[in-house]
């Protein structure tokens, strides 16, 4: 499996302070993707579920764990590997949490997934949404024994801002988020005012 990222705590992207998993390697090539370098499958990112796994069960030793939430990339492009590793991290937590470009309707089964966000992205439908990229996709909570969590977790979001959080790894500065789409980015006033009905 490609793996580009694994980083701690990630508090923008689902609820509590969770480890984001960087899949690399995407065909779908949206316009405004905030993650083109992950596009390709580079070797260097080549490892394995047990590798990753044991990287994380490393954090997990002094630091605690809410969740997961795999991204890229897409994490489907890689849907083996992405069962195997689920179940090596279920010891850690259960709440798992995928981003793809994908319709939930395409998809192979889904096992151990507690939410999903499907759809390509599309920059003219980002309205800066704190946990979607763009308006055009969905969100599934695949797992009815987290509902209240994501119930609280998603009435907690601010609408109107999309939080970032900034990184330093060894591959330079990570910028984590929903970021704002490229034609806004000198723009005062952001569209935030759309309300998502998703089915929580
Ligand atoms: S599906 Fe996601 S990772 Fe792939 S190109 Fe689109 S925005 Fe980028």
């Known amino acids: 499996m490609f793996v580009a990222r694994i980083l701690y705590p990630i508090e923008v992207l689902g609820p509590g302070k969770r480890v984001g998993i960087w899949f690399a390697g995407c065909p779908r090539r949206c316009r405004g993707c ?15 579920p047990e590798t990753v796994a044991d990287l ?23 849907y083996d590997a992405l069962m195997t590793l689920i179940p090596l991290l ?25 939410a999903l966000i499907d759809g390509e992205y599309r920059e003219e439908e980002n ?10 996709q969905r969100f ?23 939080p970032i959080q900034n990184f330093h790894a060894a591959d330079g500065h990570i910028s984590v988020g929903i970021h704002r789409p490229a ?18």
């Open 34 to 48: 905030s993650n083109p370098e992950l596009w390709e499958k580079d070797p260097r990112y080549l490892t394995t």
């Open 56 to 78: 994380v069960f490393r954090i997990a030793k002094d630091h605690k764990i809410d969740g997961f939430t795999f991204t890229g990339g897409d994490p489907m492009m890689q």
């Open 90 to 114: 279920a010891p850690i937590s259960r709440d798992v949490l995928v981003y793809t470009g994908a319709f939930l309707e395409e998809l192979p089964p889904l096992y151990g997934i507690t």
């Open 127 to 136: 309205l800066c949404h704190p946990l979607i990229g763009s308006m055009n």
């Open 140 to 162: 599934f909570l695949l797992d009815e024994a987290y509902r209240v969590r994501y119930r609280r977790y998603l009435k907690s979001l601010d609408p109107t801002a999309s």
């Open 183 to 200: 034609f806004l980015r000198t723009t005062k006033t952001l569209p935030n005012t759309t309300k998502r009905k998703d089915n929580l």
